[in-house]
């Protein structure tokens, strides 16, 4: 009796960190007292166990002392800061752990690991940048610890490495799967001016501007969208420099397989203006098929230097087809073919010999060219100008003046009227077969006087 009166109660040894061992008496309200040692009582709230798992009378868990609480005078303890010590010692860098998303700020997102803070940088999110964290918030994810901070207790972590490494796995495993003209759906991960780069399976390949669609785009975003998940065909595999070719037209029906029984030639046909280059107009006809409409083929009666001069992007148009190569997949349009054609009666209406009157509309050295009608031009050569020598077409007409003209000649296969200012024909075509006078022969006095010494000694 004397050695248990003077024995001291068994008291539960707390550790350096604070934690001491304690065994669950009872729960009242929100508290859960426990058994400490030494005849002491402390308590620890009720919110610090798992709702499924309630605490048992007699269980013994660790716990971490938070100090004395002032009302009622008796230890206050943590499980949950006791938890997240034993689990922040527990682990190493490296290791993949579970933990939800708290919220997020400029660098990343926040993170709970079963009390543990977490951060992980916006970099390693996911293996392409994100810029929006909201649809994570809430989310538990895996990720792997890259960073621990055992005094603060908390981590960084990173989820890019295990999807890059699940990644590398899935790349291993498709790659050797892969075969050209496969059809696999696939991610639109990138967007760049030359095309779209789709992810089929942990593997990147490239869809080109050109393999999006039969018509024509102006840039892949006018077709697909980042994340937009689209069927596409595996056009070419090159697994030296482990690049992938990809097809999204391939897989609609080809528009120029139904071109020779719709645009016949002769053909009239509607389209719209999609581009304008310096040698003509390319009209779109329908999505995919495509003609040209050439400078020389846009107006009869005007002279086209430019075909912004009679045409714009997006007019809508009625062509009329000239020809038609499939194996080359070019259409050859004319604007000009759905009017008259001016030259038919050029013939009729300018026989060769009559005078009729024309407008200068530009001047060249070797003559001027005259207007005779809309669409039909004559040229006056220089030595058609005058009865006497002129130095240069400006010195008989200028730019703008009406003018008669006699006409020489019409070639109807070059399109060609030869023109003239001398009203009078020559002697030969005037008196026909008849023989003109014979002139006087010069006499001996003045033939010596013309005869002069050639320039370097010749005679």
């Given amino acids: 009796m004397e050695r248990m009166a003077g024995a001291r109660p068994a008291e539960h040894p707390k550790d350096e960190r604070g934690r001491i061992q304690g065994r669950i008496i009872n729960t009242r309200g929100k508290d859960v007292f426990v058994d400490i040692g030494a005849k002491a009582e402390a308590f620890v709230s009720l919110d610090e166990f798992d709702a499924e798992k309630p605490p048992q009378p007699g269980e013994l868990h660790m716990f971490l002392i938070q100090g004395p609480d002032h009302e009622s005078g008796l230890m206050r303890l943590s499980l949950r800061e006791a938890m997240r010590e034993a689990d922040l010692e527990s682990l190493q860098v490296g290791d993949v752990i579970e933990a939800r998303v708290t919220g997020m700020n400029v660098g990343g997102m926040e993170l709970n690991a079963k009390g543990i803070r977490a951060f992980m940088p916006k970099s390693q999110v996911d ?14 994810i895996e990720c792997e610890i890259t960073e621990i901070n055992r005094r603060g207790g908390s981590l960084v972590v990173s989820r890019r490495k295990l999807l890059e490494r699940q990644r590398e796995q899935q790349r291993a495993e498709v790659k050797d799967q892969l075969a050209e003209g496969q059809v696999r759906k696939g991610i639109v991960r990138r967007l760049t001016d030359f095309g779209a780069f789709v992810d089929i399976g942990g593997i990147e390949g490239l869809l080109h501007i050109g393999d999006l669609s039969y018509g024509r785009v102006k840039h892949p975003r006018d077709v697909v969208k980042v994340d937009d998940e689209i069927e596409v065909q595996i056009l070419k595999i090159d697994r030296v420099k482990d690049r992938i070719s990809l097809g999204m037209k391939q897989l609609a029906p080809d528009p120029w397989n139904v071109v020779e029984a719709n645009y016949r030639v002769g053909n009239t046909v509607d389209g719209r203006v999609v581009k304008l280059m310096e040698f003509g107009a390319f009209v779109e006809l329908q999505p995919g098929v495509e003609g040209l409409i050439p400078v020389s083929e846009m107006s009869w009666t005007q002279r086209v230097r430019h075909p912004k001069d009679v045409l714009k992007e997006a007019d809508a148009v ?55 009608e809309e669409g039909v031009e004559g040229l006056v050569h220089i030595s058609e100008m005058s009865d006497q020598r002129i130095r240069t077409p400006g010195d008989v007409v200028k730019i703008g003046d009406v003018v008669q003209i006699r006409v020489k000649s019409v070639d109807l296969e070059q399109r060609r009227i030869s023109l003239s200012l001398r009203m009078h024909r020559p002697a030969e075509q005037q008196f026909g077969d008849a023989q003109p006078v014979a ?12 005869k002069k010494v050639l320039k370097g000694g010749l005679d």
């Fill in 318 to 372: 009625r062509v009329s087809v000239l020809a038609v190569d499939l194996e080359k997949r070019k259409l050859t349009l004319s604007l000009k073919a759905l009017g008259e054609d001016p030259w038919k009666t050029v013939i009729e209406k300018y026989p060769p010999d009559s005078v009729v009157s024309g407008l200068v509309l530009r001047l060249a050295e070797f003559g001027a060219f005259v207007q005779l």
């Fill in 439 to 450: 002139e006087a022969a010069p006499s001996p006095a003045l033939l010596r006087k013309k």
């Fill in 127 to 140: 293996v392409h940048r994100i810029e929006d964290f909201t649809p994570f918030i809430g989310r538990r």
